[in-house]
């Protein structure tokens, strides 16, 4: 990485903003705010922004805690994008390397999306002001984006034209490495809830008289068992039965279950769901009952860009690992053997760029940007190795040092990277020849329903619950960033 004074001066602001860093990633981690209503994270988030001369749209594509944060002129654009949701069930006291939740049930953080809210604004201030210091033209499109953890917002921003005049793309990503890569990452998706509707009775005194809808359910449950024989290598499916009636004397009138379909490429999930329509249709012939589909998200699969992905190895490399404490260290081998696994502790050095990577069966929303424009992922070592997402394990370390470091490493990386690509105009035509080589001219089509709106109300009930329980727990210090 060249010592340029435009990257000198990115890096020393992210080091000296380290304790507003923290605070927000803090603050995010305490608000532990589900898909779609991450009210407050947004607030804070776009807020922040704000203050510090972004002109901010809020309620992009109509999701009330998405935001658009530009700033700068001309070209080339470039696009930071990230998560901030928490999961359901997973509250967990951080430092603790044991099963501890703060409130009981409550949602929590156990990814670790409030570092992504952290390294991408405080990324994205340090290139503000490192642009206007140096009058470095270009212009910054920052996305705050709802809801990663059921898969919905970005495709919704693809599809409403808000990346069409992006160049590139940066996702910035916790994990226990500091790292990169390109190639195929993560697979596509398309997340749908399919309600069956027949009619109630006694079920003990009249079931004759009813359509009962779980049976349906059940029908389309069975279907899928016997369909998963003919799954191609990489297709899975997953589901949850979100309503299955009321008490067992009354034959459901109402049920629900919600799938996702998952498959390597984009028109492998669409085959997928259309069979799984088949099947649900095939449910309600059976039990003469009808059947109505909701999709909530549908995503393409996540990719990398190599020409970006090298850029930002060079920029890893030169930033280096955090150096972790003996304290940090016993700290992650003791949740390590908690958790049950390798009991080896922190990383002592970044990953070297391979590839192409080997394609993985999750998910992530930021798909469909890597199919619009170049992008890259840029992982940051803030969480401890060999933990498991989804799990209360993985939300011990996230407002601790060990976040924080790996936090402020993420967001010197983000920063040089993008001002690489900033400065250097055949680094982008670069990126964006490589793009067309890697997609080989598969042409993006948006796997949403025409017309599809968001699912503005999902979490709501459980948020309305548990926000007020929480409340106690947040952090009261504003983050403030300082130029």
């Not at 990324?123 to 990663?148: D, H, S």
């Not at 990346?163 to 596509?188: E, P």
């Not at 803030?382 to 997402?389: L, R």
């Not at 598969?442 to 309305?464: F, H, I």
Request: charged share 20%.
């Amino acid at each position: 990485m060249a010592t340029t004074p435009e990257k000198i001066y990115a890096l020393d602001f992210v080091e000296r903003n380290r304790q507003a860093l923290a605070l927000l990633s803090d603050s995010v981690f305490y608000f532990g705010e589900l898909g779609m209503q991450e009210h407050r994270t947004s607030q804070l988030m776009s807020g922040l922004l704000e203050e510090h001369g972004f002109k901010v749209q809020r309620g992009i594509s109509g999701f009330p805690t998405g935001f658009m944060a530009t700033y700068g002129s001309g070209a080339p654009v470039i696009a930071l994008h990230t998560e901030y949701d928490a999961n359901p069930s997973n509250s967990q006291k951080a430092g603790v390397a044991e099963p501890a939740e703060i409130t009981p049930s409550a949602p929590g953080h156990c990814e670790g999306h409030n570092v992504n809210a952290a390294v991408m604004v405080s990324g994205a201030l340090a290139l503000r002001y490192a642009m206007e210091k140096f009058g470095i033209r270009g212009t910054l499109k920052v996305f705050g984006a709802p809801a990663e953890e059921q898969l919905v917002s970005r495709p919704y921003y693809v599809r409403d034209g808000l990346f069409d005049d992006v160049d590139l793309a940066f996702h910035d990503h916790i994990s226990s490495d500091f790292k990169t890569d390109y190639g195929l990452m993560q697979s596509a998706m398309i997340s749908a809830t399919f309600n069956f509707r027949g009619e109630s009775a006694h079920a003990a005194v009249a079931p004759w008289k009813g359509r009962d809808a779980l049976d349906a359910v059940v029908l389309m449950d069975m279907g899928m068992a016997q369909y998963r024989e003919h799954f191609v290598p990489g297709m899975s499916a997953q589901r949850v039965i979100t309503n299955g009636g009321e008490q067992p004397n009354v034959i459901p009138a109402k049920a629900a279950v919600w799938w996702y379909f998952r498959d390597a490429n984009a028109e492998g999930a669409r085959k997928l769901f259309d069979q799984a329509k088949k099947i649900a249709q095939g449910a309600a012939l059976m039990t003469n009952t009808e059947y109505d589909v909701e999709v909530m998200a549908a995503v393409w699969p996540s990719r990398g860009n190599q020409v970006m992905a090298e850029a930002v190895q060079r920029n890893i490399e030169a930033i280096g690992q955090p150096a972790w404490t003996e304290e940090e260290q016993s700290f992650a081998r003791a949740l390590q053997k908690r958790a049950g696994v390798k009991e080896d502790g922190l990383r002592a050095k970044p990953l070297p760029l391979t590839g192409p990577t080997r394609q993985g069966s999750s998910s992530n929303d930021s798909g469909d940007v890597s199919w619009k424009v170049p992008m890259v992922r840029v992982q940051f070592p803030a969480n401890v190795p060999g933990i498991n997402y989804h799990h209360w394990a993985a939300g011990a370390a996230l407002a601790t040092s060990i976040a924080h470091k790996g936090g402020l490493a993420g967001a010197k990386a983000l920063a040089a990277s993008v001002l690489d690509f900033l400065k250097d105009p055949a680094l982008v035509a670069a990126a964006k020849e490589g793009f067309h080589r890697e997609t080989g001219g598969v042409p993006y089509r948006s796997l949403l329903p025409e017309g599809q709106k968001p699912p503005v109300e999902l979490n709501a009930v459980a948020m309305a619950k548990f926000r007020p329980l929480m409340e106690a727990h947040y952090v009261r210090e504003r983050p403030v960033f300082r130029v």
